[in-house]
């Protein structure tokens, strides 16, 4: 058999999963991938808090994320609504329930993830190549930390912060930024990006999304809830953009509404954890019944075509 049939192979078999499966997604399936994302990012981060952080001098070399967990969501499922659901997942199962919540001073983070995950998820148009799988994981990483570097910078700049300087090295605060960009692309990105998500994604691809009720991702399709390449959404991005810098600035310029930080995780020890990871079980049980749920409304749906 000759190499160039295996891709055509592959295809004949996604379109065959395809097939007679809706393009666009109902309102509960929107909600289900939704649900999902919440619930399986929110036990990713719920993980990192008892990883320890290790600090090398002025510089932290530590896990930001686990990158493979929403960049697979968002790579075989809707792309919007598994990037919306990933950072929300953060702040409720994680900032809320551990007791580490910064009111509105958090939206900063999830308009970032969000964007990143968004714009990852739709540069992959083929799910199987493992290229465009490294670059999205890549990119997620690029787009949250440097929008979260720049945030960081103009309060230097402005003012409104002070400066972290290193003895002996002039300007440190850029060193200091890029150094830890650097680290977080190896780390987060590569180590626990690229590296489980050029395995993971393939593996997946067109085998949990008819479970699901859903189109698989087949190349040369359009995706379904993919970031439109114009101009207009970039002014958006770009807006979403400013406007996590605003948030971030509340928790400078202390506007502390929302704010709950009671440190549960301090107060009672890391066996606090398993209540968040209960409270994502419970999102994750109700995702698995909003698939049902799709599943018998399709069922019901195709039974009365057939019918008529």
Request: net charge negative; no cysteine.
């Given at each position: 058999m000759s190499q160039t049939t295996v891709p055509d192979e592959r295809a004949g078999r996604l379109r065959g999963a395809a097939a007679g499966l809706p393009r666009n997604l109902t309102g509960s399936q929107k909600l289900m991938v939704f649900v999902l994302s919440m619930a399986l990012s929110g036990v990713a981060n719920l993980v990192?808090?008892?990883?320890?952080?290790?600090?090398?001098?002025?510089?932290?070399?530590?896990?930001?994320?686990f990158v493979f967990v929403p960049l697979t969501l968002v790579a075989l499922l809707n792309p919007f609504?598994?990037?919306?659901?990933?950072?929300?997942?953060?702040?409720?199962?994680?900032?809320?329930l551990m007791g580490d919540f910064s009111g509105l001073?958090?939206?900063?983070?999830?308009?970032?993830?969000?964007l990143a995950l968004y714009i990852a998820g739709s540069l992959i148009r083929n799910p199987r190549n493992r290229i465009q799988i490294a670059i999205a994981a890549v990119t997620v990483v690029v787009i949250d930390k440097a929008l979260s570097a720049i945030v960081d910078l103009s309060k230097v700049w402005i003012g409104v912060e002070d400066a972290e300087y290193v003895e002996g090295?002039?300007?440190?605060?850029?060193l200091l930024e890029g150094i830890g960009f650097g680290v977080d692309i190896l780390i987060s990105g590569v180590l626990f990006g690229v590296i489980p998500a050029i395995w993971l994604i393939p593996a997946l691809h067109g085998r949990i999304e008819p479970l699901l009720g859903m189109r698989p991702r087949?190349?040369?399709e359009p995706i379904q809830g993919s970031a439109p390449r114009t101009g207009l959404f970039v002014a958006v991005a770009?807006?979403?953009a400013v406007a996590s810098f605003l948030f971030a600035f509340l928790e400078v310029w202390e506007v502390e509404f929302g704010v709950f930080e009671p440190e549960w995780l301090d107060t009672y020890?890391?066996?606090?954890?398993?209540?968040?990871?209960?409270?994502?079980?419970?999102?994750?049980?109700?995702?698995?019944?909003?698939?049902?749920?799709?599943?018998?409304?399709?069922?019901?749906?195709?039974?009365?075509t057939t019918r008529d």
């Open positions: 990192l808090e008892i990883v320890p952080d290790v600090t090398i001098g002025p510089v932290d070399v530590s896990v930001s994320y609504w598994a990037a919306l659901g990933a950072p929300i997942g953060e702040v409720i199962f994680v900032d809320l001073a958090e939206v900063e983070g999830v308009i970032q993830m969000f090295l002039p300007e440190s605060i850029l087949v190349p040369g770009l807006a979403l020890g890391p066996g606090f954890i398993w209540v968040g990871i209960g409270a994502a079980a419970i999102a994750f049980l109700v995702g698995v019944a909003l698939v049902q749920l799709s599943r018998r409304s399709r069922d019901r749906e195709d039974a009365d």
